[in-house]
């Protein structure tokens, strides 16, 4: 069997396939393996260049192949699409993965840690803990209308109808509905006490970071965006500018242009949509503070606010705190206040 110079391996739960080509691009290898028999199989190749589908489990594969000498390049999913040549099945995905990885202009994705995926496990969580909260005070408030109970928005109308509910003495309620909704007060209350822990484990990860709390300097930027972005970017150097982050995150406008006219839309909206919300959420709260204090701060905010939209507002300032973030990334440096804004 000739050299192999690259291989295409599509990872999957239990059956793995695997297309190696040799150094003229001639395919001699196409094999299956077992979940089992994927480290002792890449750990009698001699080292070559592997390319896997960025999805489930590839960070782990692309940092055990590593360590056996391999070099690993993750592709996004939908740059290996166009390479799938027929109908779709596990060797002609491994295929075109072959073939996508040997590609000069191919993007990769950067291999995540152990920790970052870990923080990044964490903030998941803390978000899906936050759906079930606004779901189950929604099953509250629904509930209890039926008996014609209804309460304000915000955190006082949920404390209200929690009363109601615990109080025996308030006839409004049958016996059973209040059996029912009590088990949903109990879960609300677990559900926001889970909330609070996990929210001091971030912050606890945010003063251990260096990087983190250099972040969290940028206006806009708290402990959990700042922890957020350094597990979710694990290598900054693989953008070539701070647009390309923006671009990465989906904060960019989109493009439909032709015959030398340029035409452009709304932002793509495109990579990470939790990053993107926190950074929108941030700009939001630095467009209030501008608000309340006015426009001597941030006079080009200001006028940007006088032309457009708040919500457009918002995109643009979140597009300059990403580039800013990229730049404070990639040089090591603190972030410091415009001259116009320190004057």
């Known amino acids: 069997m000739s050299e192999i110079t690259a291989i295409g391996l599509d990872t999957a ?54 360590r056996l000498g391999h070099t690993v390049r993750l592709i996004p999913p939908r740059y290996v699409k166009p390479y799938v040549k027929s109908q779709k099945n596990d060797a002609i995905d491994a295929e075109a993965i072959c073939e996508a990885v040997t590609r000069p202009s191919m993007r990769f994705v950067a291999t995540k840690s152990r920790e970052q995926q870990a923080m990044l496990m964490l903030h998941r969580t803390r978000h899906l803990l936050i759906r079930q909260r606004t779901a189950t005070i929604n099953a509250l408030r629904a509930h209890l209308v039926e008996f014609g109970i209804a309460a304000g928005i915000g955190r006082n109308g949920v404390e209200a109808l929690l009363k109601v509910i615990t109080d025996e003495n308030d ?31 971030i912050v606890a990860s945010h003063r251990a970071s260096e990087l983190s709390q250099r972040l969290e ?86 006028d940007l606010m006088a032309r457009r939209p708040v919500k457009v507002a918002a995109i643009a300032l979140a597009n300059k705190i990403i580039r800013m973030v990229w730049a404070m990334m990639v040089s090591g440096q603190r972030y410091r206040e415009p001259v116009a804004l320190a004057a």
């Open 13 to 66: 739960k239990s059956v793995f396939q695997v297309h190696g080509i040799d150094v003229d691009h001639q395919p001699v290898l196409r094999r299956q393996l077992k979940r089992r028999q994927v480290l002792p199989f890449f750990e009698k190749l001699p080292p070559c260049l592997i390319g896997i589908e960025a999805c489930s489990a590839s960070h782990h594969w692309s940092r055990e192949l590593t």
């Open 171 to 201: 006839d409004r309620v049958p016996d059973i509905a209040r059996a029912c909704l009590m088990v949903l007060g109990a879960q609300l209350e677990s559900i926001k006490s889970h909330i609070h822990e996990l929210d001091a484990k």
């Open 217 to 302: 300097e940028i206006p806009g930027v708290g402990p959990r965006i700042a922890t957020a972005l350094v597990a979710s970017i694990a290598d900054p150097k693989a953008f070539k500018s701070g647009r390309q982050m923006a671009a990465w995150i989906g904060l960019v406008p989109k493009q439909n242009s032709s015959g030398g006219k340029d035409k452009l839309g709304g932002v793509t909206k495109a990579g990470d949509r939790y990053l993107r919300s926190m950074l929108m959420i941030g700009a939001l709260s630095v467009i209030k503070r501008v608000k309340q204090l006015g426009c001597t701060k941030r006079p080009w905010l200001a």
